[in-house]
């Protein structure tokens, strides 16, 4: 079946970085684009961007511009979103999601929870 | 940028009719999406393109598009729609996508 397999928790000191895997199976890797939203807790989902596993073309929401990483591996059928000069505000439960058509996402992973503490 | 506005809560008993609403300006011009999201769990994509369900979403899940304001409506609501609701589009001018901030549907 169609899905998407995050890896595991990561605490963070501030400053740090983090890379978090998503790791595809069940369809053609390179036809859909991979969307990456966070939600912190509580509160609601915030677009991150988006990558398309065919030609590596990457799109970021200008809130993590300069900061944010998204890349893929099409031999592990893998993306991978590198979050850099971590903060407190960004603890949060990131997924990958793929892109159906026309930005929505229709398969999502169980989510990789990023703690940022000292 | 552009900015989805959603009501925080919605409260319905069962068996009656929830609609959630998803203010934007000139949303009606856009695609709408919506996505139910139940506690500990990932969000699903129960409604897109403003109209369709994906396979394996009940008939009761509905939607509607126009003008300023876009709507999810959930029919015979059963104690197991209780969970929260985003709306999203993808905004052309910005090439971003953007959510609502999420309707809580309880049910009484």
């Known amino acids: 079946q169609v899905q998407l397999v995050q890896s595991g928790a990561e605490v963070k000191n501030p400053g740090a970085s983090v890379k978090v895997s998503c790791k595809a199976s069940?369809?053609?890797?390179?036809?859909?684009?991979i969307h990456w939203v966070r939600q912190a807790p509580g509160q609601g989902l915030e677009w991150m961007g988006i990558?398309?596993?065919?030609?590596?073309?990457?799109t970021y929401a200008q809130k993590f511009q300069g900061r944010v990483t998204m890349t893929r591996d099409m031999s592990t059928s893998s993306v991978y979103m590198e979050l850099s000069s971590l903060k407190s505000e960004d603890t949060a439960l990131y997924y990958c999601?793929?892109?159906?058509?026309?930005?929505?996402?229709?398969?999502w992973g169980k989510g990789t929870t990023v703690t940022v503490s000292s | 940028s552009y900015v989805l506005t959603q009501p925080p809560s919605e409260s319905v008993a069962p068996g009656q009719t929830a609609r959630i609403s998803c203010g934007g300006h000139?949303?009606?011009?856009?695609?709408v999406h919506w996505y139910q999201q139940k506690a500990g769990q990932a969000p699903v994509l129960v409604v897109y393109?403003?109209?369709d369900r994906p396979s394996g979403i009940p008939e009761r899940f509905s939607g509607s598009n126009s003008g300023d304001t876009a709507t999810l409506t959930i029919g015979r609501v059963e104690g197991g729609d209780e969970a929260d609701y985003f709306c999203?589009?993808?905004?052309?001018?910005?090439?971003?996508?953007?959510f609502g901030g999420g309707t809580k549907l309880t049910v009484l």
């Open positions: 999601a793929r892109d159906r058509v026309n930005y929505n996402m229709d398969v």
């Open positions: 069940g369809y053609t890797f390179t036809s859909y684009y």
């Open positions: 990558i398309n596993p065919s030609g590596g073309r990457t």
């Open positions: 000139n949303i009606g011009s856009k695609k």
């Open positions: 393109n403003d109209v």
């Open positions: 999203q589009v993808w905004d052309r001018s910005t090439d971003h996508v953007v």
